[in-house]
């Protein structure tokens, strides 16, 4: 055994070098830049955690307020509607209200024009009756006498119609 072997040789080199870490406190710098690492990736980890707890507080409570505005908007749609309905029944109450009294107004206009051009009618065959009586009876009648009767009881006969009639 030589001791001057490479594998000697790398073993005493690796010895030294162990020694010069160890002299130089290298181990315990790097566990304390490790520790100092672990100890940020916890502070990291810790307020990630709390971050999510506080996104998922922030969250409920928009799903809260998201649910009582949905609530509100639900029922303020629905007031709306049912105002809309009650004021298209209003609306259609007040048209049949206007339709109905134009109806009846139109009724009677038509039963008062149907009376008047009854009584217009009533008074032209009268007329004309009497017209046709007096052409007749002056006609046949010579004696002016019986035409003065005549004429007398025409004229109260005329006399009556218009009183009946106006």
């Known amino acids: ?4 072997d490479e594998t000697f040789l790398v ?5 030294i070098f162990l020694t010069a870490l160890m002299y130089m406190r290298i181990p315990s ?3 304390s830049f490790l520790d100092a690492h672990a100890d940020k990736v916890r502070d990291e980890i810790l307020e990630a955690r709390r971050l999510r707890e506080e996104s998922e507080n922030i969250l409920v409570q928009y799903k809260e307020k998201y649910s009582k505005v949905e609530k509100e908007v639900s029922e303020i ?15 259609h109450r007040h048209v049949q209200k206007i339709f109905f009294v134009h109806r009846v107004d139109l009724e009677k206009k038509i039963n008062h024009m149907e009376l008047e051009a009854k009584r217009s009618f009533y008074i032209k065959v009268a007329d004309y009756s009497l017209e046709s009586i007096r052409e007749i009876i002056s ?4 004696d002016s006498f019986n035409n003065q009767i005549f004429e007398d009881r025409i004229s109260d ?3 009556r ?6």
């Open 1 to 4: 055994m030589n001791f001057f």
């Open 11 to 15: 073993f005493i080199s690796l010895v």
């Open 29 to 31: 710098k790097i566990l």
């Open 77 to 91: 749609i629905l007031a709306a509607k049912q105002k809309a309905k009650i004021i298209e029944d209003d609306n």
């Open 139 to 142: 006609k046949n009648m010579n």
């Open 157 to 159: 006969i005329q006399l």
């Open 161 to 166: 119609h218009k009183n009946f009639f106006q």
